[in-house]
Structure formats: C-alpha cells, structure tokens
C-alpha cells in the first residue's frame, strides 16, 4: 500500500502552535485525511481484465474513498506472482490459474502452494462453447475426431483445457492455435471445421463468424461435463444466454471457469470489505465496458469452491445473506 506521508517539517510546526497555547492550535487548519491507495494488477491491453480496471477503480474511489493504481500486467500469472511478492495488493486472476497456484501445480509447482492468496468477490464467468459451420455433421464433441479446431493462442487456456479434454475423452482432434480473429477466418474460409473458446460473452470472434455464414452454438453434455470437471475441478456448470448470438434460440449448458477479484491475508479487513461491497454494488456500471459481467451478483461467490475468502469479503456475504462454506471461511 502507498500512503502519503506528513513532512518532519510540518509535524515540528504543529507541535510548536501546540506549545505556545491552546488557541494557537485552534487557528490551525485542520490536516486533510489521506486516501489509501493500492496497486491492482489487471491485463495486457484488448483483454477484459485491462477494460475491467479502470472502470473498477473508478467505482473504488467514488464509493469507497480508496484510490487503486493500475497496474497492466500479462494477466493472471503474473498477477499471482506479483500478489505473492508482496508487488501488487490486488489482482484480477482466472480461477483456473489460482487452483494451480493454491495447489502448487504446472506453473506454480516450483513456488510451492501460494496458501496466502484470498478471495474478494466475483467479476464475471468465460463459459466454454464450441462453434461449428452447419453442414459439417457437428453435433457434440464427439464429433471432432479427425477434425481440425481453432482453440486460441497456443498454451493459452482455451488451448490447454481443449486438449485435456479430448484426452479424457478419447477424441483425437487436430487442435490450431493462432490470434481468435484469425481462426475465426480460417474457419469461415473452410480451413477449419470448429472454434473452441473459453472467454467472456459475447465471444467477438464467435459472433463476427454467426453474422457472416451461420452456425450452431454447441455446449457440454453430461459425460463431458463430469470429464471436465474430473480433469479441472474449478469448472462450474453453467449456460449460455438464448440469444446470445444470432440465431441461437435457447439456451445452451456448458461450463464455465470464474474470474475473481483476488487478494493476499496482508490486506486489512476494512479495505477488503469496501472492495468487495463496491465490485457487487451495482453491476450495471461494469456492465456498460464488460458486458459479461451483468449478470454477476453476490450469489457467484459460490464459483469459488477451493480459496479462502479473506474475512473483509466474508462479512460483506455474511451481510448480503450468501452463506461461506466452512471450509473457505477465514479462521
């Protein structure tokens, strides 16, 4: 936290009208309160963490009297590294990349369990869809053997949970990596036969495609569903919105990993509390620069279902009438 200071020259001269009588004193003009201020990582710039943090810390400050520097970053990753160094206060972190960090697993194996980490509140959910152009006999993920699927930058998290569940299920599918905008053209040029995402709604790329040739919003069944979850236990069931697209005309069940407002034990309580308060207040102002996060509402706490929610936030639900489960309640 950077807070400012008072010069040892002012505090000397406030002393000495102190000294001198009482009504010196009075005459004195009243030192202004300094604001906290806090550093909040975000994301790199086109991405739904570096649109969230602005209007985030806009929100912040006019309801809750608390200034946050922004801090572009590459995104979740960094942002834990950077929570764990004690070189942010704040981070805007995907659950998939904290369940690693909580656990000490892939990325974060070499740091041990970041068992510091604290949960603030929800920001908005990426559901996992598959798109693919009518007339390619695409009805289910089944359908994908011997296929070639668009799947995101290469190790991103579309790309990594793509092919964990193929493995799972048995599907040998060809996956290709590459920009979203760019795969949304090759598949609209027939070099690919589906799209694989994991992001935000509405999916740009998702949506330039359906405004273009049609297609069909394919989600996840049962068995896959439970492959999923059983490969990636921070997935939570979820849908996607009727009319979410064009041409979609009911909704669509799938899964979704949460993105979360994230913090350290080192934040006090009083701050913790305001953040989370100020995030689930009123979605509407979020809303207007990311639309995903219209929907979010207190309840959504529940995506997390492995951190533990730092006690600030844990009064705000207790107040808000969202139960904690004891096993994620602060001790």
Not at 69 to 81: E, F, K, L, Q, V
Request: net charge positive; with cysteine; hydrophobic share 50%.
């Amino acid at each position: 936290m950077k807070q400012a200071g008072v010069s040892r020259r002012m505090l000397i001269g406030i002393a000495g009208a102190a000294a001198i009588g009482g009504t010196a004193m009075m005459a004195w003009p009243a030192l202004a309160q300094t604001r906290p201020r806090y550093l909040l990582a975000t994301g790199a710039a086109g991405g739904s963490f570096h649109e969230y943090g602005p209007v985030f810390a806009e929100i912040v400050g006019r309801r809750a009297s608390i200034d946050l520097d922004i801090h572009a970053t590459a995104g979740s990753n960094d942002n834990i590294r950077a929570l764990a160094a004690a070189e942010a206060d704040l981070g805007l972190v995907s659950l998939g990349p904290a369940y690693g960090a909580w656990n000490g697993l892939g990325r974060f194996a070499a740091d041990g369990p970041q068992r510091g980490l604290r949960a603030l509140f929800p920001m908005y959910e990426a559901p996992l869809a598959l798109l693919a152009l009518p007339g390619k006999g695409i009805g289910n993920l089944s359908d994908l053997r011997g296929r070639k699927v668009g799947v995101g930058p290469a190790g991103g998290p579309a790309d990594i949970v793509f092919k964990g569940l193929a493995k799972a299920l048995g599907i040998e599918a060809r996956a290709v990596t590459g920009a979203p905008g760019d795969l949304a053209r090759k598949l609209e040029a027939g070099h690919l036969d589906a799209l694989w995402s994991g992001s935000p709604l509405p999916v740009a790329a998702f949506a330039d495609v359906l405004e273009k040739t049609g297609g069909v919003i394919l989600g996840l069944g049962g068995d896959e569903l439970a492959a999923l979850r059983a490969a990636f236990p921070f997935f939570t069931p979820a849908a996607i919105p009727a009319a979410t697209y064009r041409g979609q005309s009911a909704a669509v069940a799938t899964a979704s990993v949460w993105n979360f407002g994230l913090c350290t034990d080192r934040l006090p309580d009083d701050v913790a509390y305001a953040l989370t308060r100020a995030a689930l207040g009123d979605a509407k102002e979020l809303a207007a620069f990311v639309p995903a996060a219209a929907r979010t509402k207190a309840a959504d706490a529940a995506a997390n279902t492995f951190l533990t929610f730092h006690p600030g936030a844990a009064r705000y639900y207790r107040e808000a009438g969202v139960a904690i489960p004891a096993a994620l309640a602060p001790g």
